[in-house]
């Protein structure tokens, strides 16, 4: 999920924390399990500062060991022990219990969405990913926001938040329905489909589709059970050459096909360099697909200028790659 929705989900774990007596009978408890909560939501994601370093960087590894099983049991330890620091009277077991809560949801509810975590590490890398929420989906957000808003005027946290969750368990439910009659009609729509990717958008009925047949990707969108095919490209492999090769090597390419699990390829010729790119197809946005990774090489086969990363114009991508087209 975003950060804003982790957030509010860290406030409502502290106000669902309040049906624990051991919580609520003091306020340096209330208040020390609160903060904790709300550090809980938010400490998994602290891997996004590898963005400073490199979008490579950040592919390989956001949502990955700071989301998996020994991060989970590290967390709620780590958060424990810090917030301790600051109210040292508190119950360190229920501070530690509410804290383990607080980094498990936020794993937990990351790997419904389409991007998904590398949560059962170090058992296996995969990428587990439902696709059911959007990362940021409104009916979540406002949900917690709404159940503040009433704590702030006097209704009792434990059980508003105990009813919002409830309301919550049931909304995911429904979206996994949603989605199994999208996948239902889209096999009548395209029956040969071998592999299926529906990922939701921010729009309630409306889901993206990737799908890998033998000979074809085809690209589109759902609404309700209604199927529209936007793009159908040839599937071909990519082909064994000195330019693949060497394109291969660059850090963004690798960290691109580590993550994306269906994509197209291009091999261009210019008069001072080759270009190698590779598209995902999950992402279509007003007819353009803005997720790709880029390498450049000179007819030497060395590399000259690669990226990856989210583009939605050659002007803006050739100058992330400082080279001006012949």
């Known amino acids: 999920m975003d950060t804003a929705t982790h957030v509010v989900m860290g406030i409502a774990i502290g106000g669902l924390a309040t049906l624990d007596p051991v919580v609520a009978e003091n306020t340096v408890n209330s208040h020390s399990v609160l903060v904790a909560a709300i550090i809980g939501s ?34 709620p330890i780590a958060v424990t022990a810090f917030v301790s620091l600051f109210f040292p009277e508190t119950n360190i077991l229920h501070l530690w219990i509410w804290s383990f809560i607080a980094v498990f949801l936020h794993v937990f509810v990351d790997i419904f969405n389409a991007y998904g975590t590398q949560a059962l ?105 209604s199927i529209t095919i936007f793009d159908k490209f040839k599937r071909l492999p990519v082909p064994q050459s000195p330019i693949i090769e060497a394109a291969s090597k660059d850090k ?19 008069d001072n360099y080759y270009e190698v790119r590779y598209i995902d197809l999950r992402y279509r946005s007003n007819g353009h697909y803005p997720f790709v990774a880029i390498v ?28 001006v087209t012949e």
């Open 42 to 75: 938010q400490i998994p994601d602290i891997d996004t500062f590898l963005k400073l370093r490199n979008n490579a960087v950040y592919l390989r590894n956001h949502r990955g060991v700071t989301h998996s099983i020994p991060a989970v049991l590290f967390w």
């Open 121 to 225: 590490r170090p058992f296996s890398n995969k990428w587990v990913a439902f696709g059911i929420i959007n990362t940021f989906d409104p009916i979540i957000f406002s949900l917690h926001v709404l159940g503040i808003i009433f704590w702030i005027f006097g209704a009792p946290p434990g059980y508003t938040f105990l009813i919002m969750y409830t309301v919550i368990i049931l909304y995911y439910l429904l979206r996994f329905i949603m989605q199994r009659t999208v996948r239902s009609a889209l096999l009548k729509t395209i029956p040969d489909a071998e592999e299926i990717i529906i990922a939701p958008t921010m729009r309630f009925n409306q889901w993206r589709l990737a799908v890998t047949s033998k000979d074809n990707f085809y690209v589109g969108r759902a609404y309700k059970r």
């Open 252 to 270: 963004n390419i690798s960290a691109f096909l580590s993550f994306s699990p269906v994509y197209r390829w291009e091999i261009g010729e210019f």
């Open 296 to 323: 450049q090489l000179n007819h030497d086969l060395d590399i000259i200028a690669s990226y990856t990363g989210w583009i939605y114009s050659e002007e803006k991508l050739r100058k992330k790659l400082n080279i």
